[in-house]
């Protein structure tokens, strides 16, 4: 067995002239100082975990645009509750924008044929969604109806919105993107009338002018 070794727990308050006392404890001190990958602390310099980066973030409030559509004499017109009009529901940041619209279409006109988002922009100090909203022929009858006219498409750049969108030009971008699903989408081929989608052919894709 080895020799026994004696241990001498020292108090803190001890200072015996005849031992030599501790180096004393340097200071805190930046290392790399100006180096702003360092930490504060001694030692080797710590990197930081780099924070997350959101892309981008939306807030603020959110209204539907809806144009509410029915076919009379072989011809669509609008007939919401505002009329000529487009009818415009706030939404909740809670609340699904399909679903409100849905829901208050039916609660106003009974169920709709079909309800579709068709675009988006900034306008009247919110993101706007535009809907159309597809009655069948005698619903809500009470509701005047106006004609739809044809309309010029609002023209934007590459990378640039449209200086001005006017509610005619949004009415005929939804028109033409249900055009669209009514030769494309299985869902919206079997909800639409034949009559819907005879008045539709005449809404044919224009090429993106400003890229050719």
């Given amino acids: ?38 930490g504060s602390g001694q030692g080797a310099a710590s990197l930081k975990a780099p924070q997350p980066v959101q892309p981008w973030a939306v807030e603020g409030p959110v209204q539907a645009e809806v144009f509410v559509l029915r076919m009379r004499s072989g011809r669509p017109e609008l007939a919401g509750p505002c009329g000529p009009d487009p009818w415009y529901i706030e939404v909740a940041a809670e609340d699904d924008p399909v679903e409100v619209v849905g829901r208050l279409s039916r609660n106003l006109m009974g169920e709709p044929v079909l309800v579709h988002s068709t675009s988006w922009r900034r306008a009247r100090g919110a993101v706007v969604l535009s809907f159309v ?50 030769r494309e989408d299985q869902v919206v081929i079997g909800a639409l009338s034949e009559e819907w989608k005879q008045a539709l052919a005449e809404y044919v894709p224009e090429p993106f002018r400003n890229i050719l």
């Fill in 133 to 182: 909203v597809v009655n069948a022929d005698g619903q809500a009858p009470q509701l005047a109806g106006v004609p739809i006219s044809r309309a010029e498409l609002a023209r934007s750049g590459a990378t640039t919105a449209a200086p001005t969108i006017a509610t005619a030009q949004v009415l005929e971008h939804g028109l033409r993107h249900l055009a669209w699903l009514a």
């Fill in 1 to 38: 067995m080895g020799r026994s070794v004696r241990m001498r727990v020292r108090d803190p308050g001890d200072r015996g002239s005849g031992r030599a006392r501790s180096p004393k404890a340097r200071g805190r001190v930046s290392q790399h100082e100006g180096d702003p990958r360092a």
